[in-house]
């Protein structure tokens, strides 16, 4: 299928791209990496009066540091080849350069970007629950100025940002990572959507005990969740092979999984403590010997 017409402006800045937008009134998108708007449009899912290209916008693909917080910038139009070969990324938030290793394939990668995954909002995706799991904002600017976003309340439902309609997201922020993290998901097939997505971080002490546990769900809700309770549960703790065990039947209170074409909500429930278990016990394992844990297993196989 081929798009309903459209308008269609590069712009150079921002606030040329706010500008446009609300010239439209709301029913104008910006575009940049295309990988899952271009698609909708063609199938008709959406048919906006025109596109508004922000691709030009140099402030947009910055990759920046804060040297008193330790906080990384994210610019909304960088690709996922640029984090996953960013030396950046991979030393202070190595969870990120590993996640984006799965998003898609190498065509994907080269042209999908991190703003253009936040905004479309897909509770499969990678890039939203890595971002959910480093406890990332996001930065929006609009008519009415700028605001920031917790990505707890980025998402209404799946597909569904809190972003208005002539807003533009710019950058994600991420503060200090913990040390050491693990990802794991299930798909049918590489570069699949994910059936299930676990993201994981913490920091161990010299004792051996754990602090800063985060725990990120994907493809188990209408978005990217926290299982706060059940990384409450192992802040001070050792992550025994029991304890493990614990908080990851504990993660089955947050969840609230779809039936689809990938899988039953009954299969999706099934797997959830299974993979946040295996996750779990990769990073404690990878902290033992001075490495992380990264997988992508297919169901089935």
Request: net charge neutral.
């Amino acid at each position: 299928m081929k798009p309903a017409p459209f308008g269609y402006h590069r712009v150079s800045s921002v606030e040329e791209a706010v500008a446009a937008l609300s010239a439209y009134e709301g029913t104008a998108r910006p575009i940049a990496g295309g990988q899952s708007l271009v698609p909708m449009l063609n199938m008709r899912l959406l048919r906006p009066d025109a596109l508004i290209d922000i691709n030009p916008v140099r402030s947009l693909r910055r990759v920046d540091v804060d040297g008193a917080t330790g906080a990384v910038t994210i610019g909304a139009t960088s690709r996922y080849s640029t984090i996953e070969t960013s030396g950046v990324i991979a030393e202070r938030l190595p969870l990120l350069a590993r996640v984006v290793r799965h998003v898609g394939d190498r065509q994907v990668r080269n042209r999908g970007t991190v703003g253009g995954s936040l905004s479309h909002g897909d509770p499969t995706a990678e890039v939203p629950l890595a971002c959910l799991t480093l406890g990332g904002r996001v930065r929006v600017q609009g008519p009415d100025g700028v605001r920031h976003i917790r990505m707890e309340d980025l998402y209404e439902t799946s597909y569904a940002s809190v972003l208005a309609p002539c807003e533009v997201l710019t950058d994600v922020v991420l503060p200090e990572a913990p040390a050491h993290s693990g990802f794991l998901e299930c798909c049918r097939r590489h570069n699949d959507f994910a059936v299930v997505s676990v993201a994981c971080v913490g920091d161990r002490d010299r004792s051996g005990r754990w602090s800063r546990i985060r725990i990120g769900l994907g493809g188990v809700a209408d978005t990217p969740v926290l299982a706060a309770n059940a990384a409450g549960y192992l802040e001070g703790s050792r992550l025994t092979d029991e304890e493990i065990r614990e908080a990851a039947q504990a993660t089955l209170a947050v969840i609230d999984p779809p039936s689809d074409v990938r899988a039953s909500a009954e299969y999706r429930r099934h797997l959830v403590p299974v993979y946040v278990r295996r996750a779990l016990t990769a990073m404690r394992d990878g902290a033992d010997h001075g490495r992380d844990a990264s997988s992508s297993d297919g169901a089935g196989r």
